[in-house]
């Protein structure tokens, strides 16, 4: 875990790659894993945005497609979770993101977030960088006090195992 954030770190832009294919990759699955759907909901309210690049990206998930031959009823759309919430809203419109998707930048922009996650998420990452890695740390430190003490363990135990034979060897003795 510490040498993937070093590494994180130190390969920022291949980081960037990789953040870009998870982000993608959750968009097509997004109607697939309630959890995984919860959790893009929340990182597109949290940070203000929608999609991986833009809002556009949606048409990845087979759900939201802007394709003619898209049979479903959300096709063009975006998740409620892009869209602009009024300060005063007390009921979240679940259908407000319909047919963004068709709509150009500016149109869209009066309705729903239009800039993608990616690029807020690692910027989030990058401004976050040492308090991650803090966490990363503080979780390393135990996993590594565990494998000192374990191999402490073993020691000790090998050490008992080669008394023991030393016992068994010398009471045979028969001079002893």
Not at 48 to 62: E, H, L
Not at 64 to 92: G, K, M, W
Not at 131 to 158: D, W
Request: aromatic letters at 10%; glycine letters at 8%.
């Amino acid at each position: 875990q510490l040498v993937a954030g070093v590494l994180g770190f130190v390969f920022s832009d291949k980081a960037r790659g990789k953040v870009s294919e998870i982000v993608n990759n959750a968009i097509v699955h997004y109607r697939d894993d309630l959890d995984l759907q919860n959790l893009i909901d929340f990182g597109q309210k949290e940070f203000s945005c929608c999609g991986g690049v833009s809002y556009k990206d949606w048409s990845q998930n087979m759900y939201f497609n802007c394709t003619a031959h898209n049979p479903s009823r959300e096709r063009c759309s975006v998740p409620y979770s892009c869209c602009l919430q009024a300060e005063d809203q007390l009921v979240i419109n679940t259908m407000c993101g319909q047919g963004m998707q068709a709509l150009d930048y500016l149109e869209a922009a009066e309705f729903i977030y239009t800039n993608g996650c990616i690029d807020k998420l690692v910027n989030w990452i990058h401004s976050n960088l040492f308090l991650l890695g803090g966490v990363a740390l503080g979780m390393a430190i135990p996993q590594l006090i565990g494998i000192l003490l374990s191999q402490v363990l073993v020691n000790q135990i090998r050490d008992q195992i080669k008394l023991q034979l030393y016992n068994q060897q010398h009471r045979a003795d028969p001079w002893y």
